[in-house]
C-alpha cells in the first residue's frame, strides 16, 4: 500500500528523494523540481554550497506554491575542498571515480524545509566513504551500466557502487540524497510527522 499523499512539495525531481521520502511513511503531494543555477561560487565550500543550493531550491519552489511546506535538498561529493560534478557524461563520470579510487571522500547532503507560514528550517548531513582501490576494468564496467549518470560525483550508493565501499561513517540515505534522520527531525518540529522528542 502506497503511503498517504502529504501536505508537502518535494523541490527535486530525483526518484530515490521520492522513495526514501516515503520509508518515513509520506508521499509528496506534489513533486516540483527547481530549475536554479548549480554553479559554485568562487573559492566556495562544498558543505556551504550543500546549504545553499538546498535553501535556495526550497525557495524556488515555496514561490510557487504558497501556504504549503516545500522540502529542497541538495547532495554533494568533495574531494577534499573540491566539489565534483554531477557527472554528465562517462569522462566525467571516470574523472571523479579515479580520483576517488582507494581513498576516502565527504558526502554533503543538505535539506531546507519551508513551512506553510514561511519559516525555514534547515539541516546538513556529513558522511565520510572510502572506496577500495578500483582497477581500470572496474571503472569500465559500471560506466557502461549508466549508474552514473546525473550522480554527485558519478556513482550511485545504492547500486554496484555500493560494492567498493570499504567504510562508510555517516548516513547511507544522506549519500543516497536524503538524509532520513534529520529529514524526519524536521518534518517531525513541522508537524508533518509525529515528534518523538529529538527534533
Not at 24 to 43: F, M, R, V
Not at 71 to 96: F, H, M
Amino acid at each position: 500500500m502506497s503511503p498517504p499523499a502529504s501536505p508537502l512539495v518535494l523541490a527535486s525531481g530525483s526518484p530515490r528523494r521520492a522513495e526514501l521520502i516515503a520509508r518515513l511513511g509520506l508521499a509528496p503531494a506534489a513533486i516540483d523540481p527547481a530549475d536554479i543555477d548549480e554553479t559554485p561560487l568562487k573559492g566556495e565550500l562544498p558543505a556551504p554550497y550543500a546549504a545553499r543550493m538546498a535553501a535556495a531550491k526550497a525557495a524556488v519552489v515555496a514561490a510557487r506554491h504558497a501556504g504549503v511546506a516545500v522540502l529542497g535538498a541538495d547532495t554533494v561529493v568533495a574531494a577534499g575542498r573540491r566539489i565534483l560534478p554531477k557527472a554528465e557524461n562517462a569522462e566525467e563520470a571516470r574523472a571523479c571515480l579515479e580520483l576517488l579510487s582507494g581513498r576516502r571522500h565527504r558526502v554533503h547532503s543538505a535539506i531546507t524545509l519551508i513551512d506553510g507560514e514561511g519559516r525555514a528550517r534547515h539541516r546538513l548531513s556529513t558522511s565520510i566513504v572510502r572506496f577500495k582501490r578500483l582497477a581500470a576494468a572496474e571503472i569500465d564496467a559500471y560506466l557502461a551500466g549508466g549508474d552514473w549518470r546525473g550522480k554527485a560525483g558519478g556513482y550511485a550508493i545504492q547500486g554496484y557502487a555500493e560494492s567498493w565501499v570499504a567504510m562508510l561513517q555517516g548516513s547511507h540515505s544522506g549519500v543516497m540524497g536524503l538524509p532520513l534522520y534529520e529529514t524526519r527531525a524536521l518534518l517531525g518540529a513541522a508537524g508533518l510527522l509525529p515528534s518523538h522528542g529529538d527534533a
